[in-house]
Structure formats: C-alpha cells, structure tokens
C-alpha cells in the first residue's frame, strides 16, 4: 500500500481516508473517477447516496441514539484540487496518485501540490460518515466540485436537496481561526490576436526563464508580496522592448494560483545581442534586489535558443508590455472594517503568447461586490485601451459576516474549553463556497474551520499532522454539541 507513511499517522482514520482519496487524480472539472469513488463509498457503508444533476455528491447519515432531536448537520468539502507541479518534476496529474512523505509534523508532496486543500476536510468528512462511536446528529454529507476553478458545483446545487439546520465547512487553513466570512470572485480574460511577424536571418533566438518564486494561493497569500512570474518577466521584456520581438510566452498557470514561473522565448538582431545582454543583466538585478526578502531563490536567465521563425511586431508588443504594467496585481484596497484583511485584489495568473494569439488570465477578489467590479472594470480599460478583447465570467459573491451566528457562539465556547485560548473569528480573502451556497439556503447557520495548511496552491503545499489531530478532536466535540431543534 502506498504512502504508508502517511497512513500510520494519527489519528490514523483521518490519514488513511485522506491518502484513499490521494491516489485519485481529482483536477478541476476532471472529477468522474472522485465521485464514482464517493459514491461506491457511500453504498458500501449503506447510506443513501444522490449524485445531483451537476455531479454533487450527497451521503446522509441518521443521527446516533440520543442525537436525534438535535439540529441537522451539513458537512461540506470540495472534492477537486489544484494540480500544480515544480517544472523539473516528472509527474502526470491525469493517472498518478499523490505520492506523499512525512518530514517532521508535516506531510508534503514530492514537488507537487499534496491536495490538502480540500482533501483533509473530504477525508474527516468521510471518517464520520464511517465511524461506528462517533456522537452526531443528523448528517448530510455534501462533496461538491470544481471548487478551484468557478465553483460550479456549489452554484448549480439546487434549493431542496438539503434539509440542514446548520453547515460545517470545513476549508479554512488555520486551525486557530473561525472563518465567518469570505471574498467573492470574478475571472477576467484578456485576448489578442496578432498577425505574426517573418524573423529574418540575421536574428537570434533566446529563451527568458523566471523561475524560483514560492507561488500561493491567490487569496490567502495575496498579502504577502510574493513576486508575480508573468509581472517579472513583463518587467524583463520592458527593458529591452526597443531591440527584441517575441515570439512565444508561457506564464503562470492556474486563476487561483500565484504564478511562479515563466518563460519566453526572444529574437534579437546580431548587432543588438551586447546591449540585451547588458540591459538584462542590469533589470535582473534590480528585480534581485526588488524581491530579496520575499522571494530569495527567485532565478533570471537568459540562454541561447533556436530561432524562431515569426514573433510579435513592435506595436502588438508594445500594447500587450504596456497593458500588463497598467493591471493592477497584488493588493488593490484593505477592508476598513476587519483589521488586516484584504478587501479586493487581482491576480494575472496566466499570460500565453504563440502562433497569432495572445491570452491573459486573471482572477479578481474582492468582500464588496463594488470593490470587485472597479478591480475588474479598471482592468477591462488597461486591456481594451491596447486593443484586446475583454470578458468576464465565473463571477461569485461573497459571504457576508454574522457575528451574532448561533453555532459561532457553540465554537467558540468548544474551542477556549478544549484549547485553553480563544480562536480567532475571522474573515478570509479566499473564496469560500458559503457565499454561493447562502443564496440557494438562506436560513442555514453556516461556519468555517479546518487543520492548518501552509502553501496551498502551489508545490509547496503541507499540512500539519498535529492539526490534524487537533482538528478531528474538535470536529468531533462540535458534532456532539449541536443545539437542540426548536
């Protein structure tokens, strides 16, 4: 069996579900093979299993002997994750299984993202579903999709299919933290058509490579100052937009992921080659001493390549540089009612150039539906003031915070008398499925908590083993101590 490792820590139920879970590839909008594996789960505990029409997974349980006249219990989770990988690993998301290790209190994958996010909360989920002395109510067990890239799943869940009183999210990544609130989204993307441009004989080809940045999730880690790949390497181009035309780029990955590599692939005439050289090196180092602090093994190279036949002519290049200095990326604004929350913020998360097209993707967040459509709107007008073609879609609202939710008081009180210390009630830049899942329930008292997670997003990804444990001991303490209907 493999990651045994990870299956022999504790609480070992916990582990071994999460690691079942592990040796499924569940991309985003790839998620068949989780869910025929979340309902043959379900089946073989007994439990009545309903796949609705956008391919949720529902299981319930009936509450034990004694729970019966307590409120009812949503658990939630979503199924998908994000599939990022270093570049120098060899490893193929569409039919390998995670491989895993433990290093000290934490278990990490081997250069990809461990899927943690929001794999943990599937696999406690999926340990009270298949507990034989666990105390609960009335559960229903909700495994929605395609969180990570639209959160269709939770948008096209239908008023009716669930009866819950309460809904225990469990997809927040501190486990000192009750998450009561969270960013909406909308995606934004940018695209261009170009006539390519014949290279001629007396040109070189080169390859850039931004590589070396930590990436993150694009909510949680919005803060932090990581560098942005696709920002670098348009910094890079914009030194030497004079003497260069591109030819290829390739930046950045997933909406939702900071992007930590990218590379492009230059021609430059033969009398020009010193200069590029020069002023490349001298860009290099400031963006060195720029991000120093934050990103430390951040790489800028420059290397000879074949040379291509066509690239971008002056103006088609010059518009896409300046349209990706004018995107706002990082921070735009900061909540002026939670400290230190981040209110609204975009991502240029992927940039692609080849073969006649060009394509920037970006994801904006924002707590304020206001706040996300000027993030948006001011991004449509750099993009479209260069003559690209602009769209929205995917848009999602937020979740507004209630401090007087019953079941926060219920946490509350659980985690000071377990943990000796009171959690932090927060709200989160991330897009949490409460926002959308509200609007289909209304009345349903919602909270969010989970193990703590480092690096989500990206390969770096971790999850903490004495969390965990941490974890699973409250959730069961939650679920005994559910109110009472009426």
Request: charged share 25%.
């Amino acid at each position: 069996m493999e990651n045994l490792a990870v299956r022999s820590q504790e609480p070992k139920i916990l582990w071994n579900h999460f690691a079942d879970i592990n040796a499924i590839p569940r991309a985003s909008k790839k998620e068949e093979r989780i869910v025929e594996f979340m309902v043959q789960f379900g089946k073989k505990l007994g439990l009545e299993t309903i796949v609705d029409p956008v391919c949720n997974v529902i299981i319930r349980k009936p509450a034990t002997a004694g729970m019966e006249n307590r409120k009812s219990v949503v658990l939630q989770s979503h199924l998908d994750m994000v599939h990022q990988k270093n570049a120098d690993v060899n490893f193929d998301f569409e039919t390998e299984g995670i491989k895993m290790k433990v290093e000290g209190d934490w278990v990490k994958a081997e250069g990809t993202t461990l899927g943690a996010d929001n794999g943990l909360g599937v696999a406690a989920i999926m340990s009270v579903l298949a507990s034989q002395d666990l105390e609960h109510p009335a559960i229903e067990a909700l495994f929605t999709i395609d969180e990570e890239t639209g959160m269709t799943g939770a948008q096209g869940l239908e008023a009716g299919y669930l009866q819950g009183d309460i809904l225990l999210n469990l997809d927040t990544e501190e486990d000192d933290e009750i998450d009561i609130g969270c960013a909406g989204g909308i995606d934004i993307t940018a695209s261009k058509n170009y006539k390519e441009m014949p290279v001629a004989d007396d040109f070189k080809g080169f390859t850039i490579r931004v590589t070396g940045l930590q990436g993150g999730h694009s909510g949680m880690d919005i803060h932090k100052g990581f560098g942005n790949a696709n920002k670098i390497m348009n910094a890079l181009l914009k030194a030497n937009q004079d003497i260069i035309h591109i030819a290829e780029i390739n930046g950045g990955s997933l909406r939702n992921a900071i992007p930590r590599e990218s590379f492009a692939v230059i021609t430059c005439h033969n009398d020009k080659i010193a200069q590029l050289k020069q002023q490349f090196e001298e860009q290099s180092k400031l963006l060195l001493a720029e991000f120093a602090k934050t990103e430390p093994n951040l790489k800028c190279s420059l290397s000879e390549a074949e040379r291509p036949l066509s690239a971008l002519a002056a103006n088609d290049q010059n518009e896409l540089i300046q349209a990706l200095e004018k995107a706002i990326n990082g921070v735009y604004s900061m909540s002026q009612e939670i400290p230190d929350l981040v209110e609204s913020s975009n991502n240029i998360a992927r940039v692609t150039l080849g073969k006649g097209l060009i394509s920037i993707a970006c994801l904006t967040r924002s707590s304020v539906e206001a706040g996300k459509m000027e993030v948006a709107n001011s991004l449509k007008d750099a993009f479209e003031n260069n003559g690209f073609d602009v769209k929205f879609s995917g848009s999602y609202p937020g979740w507004s915070p209630n401090r007087s939710s019953p079941i926060l008081k219920v946490l509350t009180g659980i985690y000071t008398d377990l943990f000796k210390s009171e959690p932090a009630v927060v709200a989160c830049h991330a897009g949490l499925e409460c926002g959308l899942l509200g609007t289909h329930y209304p009345d349903m008292d919602m909270i969010s908590f989970g193990p703590t997670i480092k690096g989500a997003h990206s390969p770096d990804e971790r999850a903490s083993i004495s969390s965990a444990g941490r974890f699973w001991i409250f959730l069961k303490l939650v679920l005994k101590n559910i109110p009472l209907k009426g």
